[in-house]
């Protein structure tokens, strides 16, 4: 089994910053892509960003300029710092991860329980 535990979410100020953080455990042979997605009330759950294992970034344009995707391959873990946060920001952010979880099982797709971001006018 793969855990994926998610961290840093919270209540922010417009214009103020977090940074969420997101550790994959468990039987993990390789990780391919991991990001965010997140979902607001009312709405469906939508891509933030994807990093793959060599580095390369992909944002939507709502957060470009202003949230930055890591991970640490080491760690097995990804980072989303959010800069200039506004209110339209406020979701549940979930953790994504594509894992291999052994040499002879193929890739699957991996979920985090979900932070709570909220941003106040």
């Known amino acids: 089994q793969v855990q994926l535990v998610e961290s840093g979410g919270g209540l922010v100020q417009a214009g103020g910053s977090l940074r969420l953080s997101c550790a994959a455990s468990?039987?993990?042979?390789?990780?391919?892509?991991m990001g965010w997605y997140r979902q607001a009330p009312g709405k469906q759950r939508e891509l933030v960003a994807t990093i793959t294992s060599g580095g390369n970034t992909n944002y939507a344009d709502s957060v470009k300029g202003r949230f930055s995707i890591s991970r640490d391959n080491a760690k097995n873990t990804v980072y989303l710092q959010m800069n200039s946060l506004k209110p339209e920001d406020t979701a549940v952010y979930y953790c994504?991860?594509?894992?291999?979880?052994?040499?002879?099982?193929?890739?699957?797709?991996?979920w985090g329980q979900g932070t709570q971001v909220a941003v106040s006018s």
């Open positions: 468990g039987s993990i042979f390789s990780i391919n892509a």
């Open positions: 994504y991860a594509a894992v291999r979880p052994s040499f002879v099982e193929h890739e699957h797709d991996y």
